[in-house]
């Protein structure tokens, strides 16, 4: 049993609370920032305003500047910043228990930068216009290639260096080809959206991307969720897994597709927002427990939470242009991820 693997079987049953009161705790707190952030924007609208608009869903020639603001700007983007942070959470822990890494997160490992790669392909060539699950699958299919390509070298060597380098790889070949791509950009238009995409936002989107995403996030979270107690096996290595029954086939494959579907999905409406997957975990890792089954939905439950508390913060900054999400939690990500680094040296 490796050194990763030791830390998680010990974090059986170590949790200080109890994991469904932290859930309790989050879904309420996450339900309070729902409402402050349909309330945050440069509009401002009344309570009872805002509740009419939000609720009535009159006919288009009906609607009251309030009932636009609210259903078709507001409440798209607090729903949108919601199930996108919680996919990126509960991806974060379940790569971490996949790969009995607590270093790997969809974006250090290159899945984001693939989905992105995916995303601009679609962009350039305008196939989201054509089809509208064209971007989501082609996302989708790129991030699920970086996932396999990982998967094969952490049955080799499941040291965190290797593999954190080979995400870097990875995640630098996506990014050249994503920059290729845009340097052969046909117009400065295509291009200007790809650079905008590629920044992270939810700004502007509506309940079309609403439609689009959550089917495929959907399904990514119950693929999670079934394996989570697989995970646990998982996470006491792969000899304790198999003699317990699992199938490391049949769990790898699950967790490499829920995993793709929910940040191929979130990149192709949102684009490259990074860290959510990395820090959630670790703050919520030493109130539940190191178990992947103990850990998945408060990870969902925080990724949502500090995304939309982020989103709401870039709404409120002052100055003419609005920060881009991906750009927010990159300044949040980058610090923790060397501080995990550091605490990881022997003798720091």
Same mark, same amino acid.
């Given at each position: 049993?490796?050194?990763?693997?030791?830390?998680?079987?010990?974090?059986?049953?170590?949790?200080?609370?109890?994991?469904?009161?932290?859930?309790?705790?989050?879904?309420?707190?996450?339900?309070?920032?729902?409402?402050?952030?349909?309330?945050?924007?440069?509009?401002?609208?009344?309570?009872?305003?805002?509740?009419?608009?939000?609720?009535?869903?009159?006919?288009?020639?009906?609607?009251?500047? #309030?009932?636009? &603001?609210?259903?078709?700007?507001?409440?798209? /983007?607090?729903?949108?910043? =919601?199930?996108? +942070?919680? !996919? @990126?959470?509960?991806?974060?822990?379940?790569?971490?228990?996949?790969?009995?890494?607590?270093?790997?997160?969809?974006?250090?490992?290159?899945?984001?930068?693939s989905a992105g790669f995916g995303g601009v392909v679609s962009i350039y060539f305008g196939?989201?216009?054509?089809?509208?699950?064209?971007?989501?699958?082609?996302?989708?299919?790129?991030?699920?290639?970086?996932m396999t390509i990982l998967l094969l070298i952490s049955l080799r060597d499941t040291t965190?260096?290797?593999?954190?380098?080979?995400?870097?790889?990875?995640?630098?070949?996506?990014?050249?080809?994503?920059?290729?791509?845009?340097?052969?950009?046909?117009?400065?238009?295509?291009? #200007?959206?790809? &650079?905008?995409?590629?920044?992270?936002?939810? /700004?502007?989107?509506?309940? =079309?991307?609403? +439609?689009? !995403? @959550?089917?495929?996030?959907?399904?990514?979270?119950?693929?999670?969720?079934?394996?989570?107690?697989?995970?646990?096996?998982?996470?006491?290595?792969?000899?304790?897994?198999?003699?317990?029954?699992?199938?490391?086939?049949?769990?790898?494959?699950?967790?490499?597709?829920?995993?793709?579907?929910?940040?191929?999905?979130?990149?192709?409406?949102?684009?490259?927002?990074?860290?959510?997957?990395?820090?959630?975990?670790?703050?919520?890792?030493?109130?539940?427990?190191?178990?992947?089954?103990?850990?998945?939905?408060?990870?969902?439950?925080?990724?949502?939470?500090?995304?939309?508390?982020?989103?709401?913060?870039?709404?409120?900054?002052?100055?003419?242009?609005?920060?881009?999400?991906?750009?927010l939690t990159s300044f949040i990500g980058v610090p923790f991820f060397l501080y995990l680094?550091?605490?990881?040296?022997?003798?720091?």
């Open positions: 049993m490796n050194q990763d693997s030791g830390v998680l079987a010990e974090g059986i049953g170590a949790g200080t609370w109890n994991g469904s009161k932290v859930n309790a705790l989050l879904g309420s707190v996450l339900a309070v920032v729902c409402v402050v952030s349909l309330f945050a924007g440069y509009q401002p609208i009344g309570f009872w305003e805002a509740m009419t608009g939000l609720l009535s869903w009159p006919a288009e020639q009906d609607k009251s500047v #309030s009932a636009i &603001i609210m259903q078709e700007i507001r409440f798209p /983007r607090t729903f949108l910043a =919601v199930i996108i +942070g919680a !996919s @990126l959470g509960a991806a974060g822990a379940a790569l971490q228990g996949l790969f009995r890494n607590p270093l790997a997160e969809p974006g250090i490992m290159g899945v984001s930068a196939l989201g216009s054509l089809f509208w699950f064209a971007t989501p699958l082609i996302a989708i299919a790129s991030a699920s290639v970086t965190p260096l290797t593999l954190i380098l080979a995400g870097v790889a990875l995640s630098s070949l996506a990014v050249s080809f994503t920059s290729l791509a845009m340097n052969l950009s046909p117009n400065p238009f295509a291009l #200007s959206e790809m &650079i905008f995409w590629l920044l992270g936002s939810v /700004r502007d989107r509506s309940l =079309v991307d609403v +439609g689009i !995403s @959550l089917p495929f996030m959907a399904v990514g979270w119950g693929l999670l969720a079934v394996s989570r107690r697989s995970l646990d096996a998982l996470s006491l290595g792969e000899d304790v897994a198999q003699s317990l029954g699992v199938d490391l086939r049949r769990i790898r494959q699950m967790i490499i597709l829920g995993t793709t579907l929910c940040v191929g999905a979130s990149v192709a409406v949102a684009g490259a927002i990074g860290f959510v997957g990395l820090v959630v975990p670790h703050v919520m890792r030493p109130l539940v427990g190191h178990m992947p089954s103990s850990l998945l939905l408060p990870s969902a439950l925080g990724g949502g939470l500090l995304l939309l508390a982020a989103d709401i913060v870039v709404r409120l900054l002052p100055g003419n242009q609005e920060l881009m999400l991906g750009v680094i550091l605490k990881r040296m022997p003798g720091l």
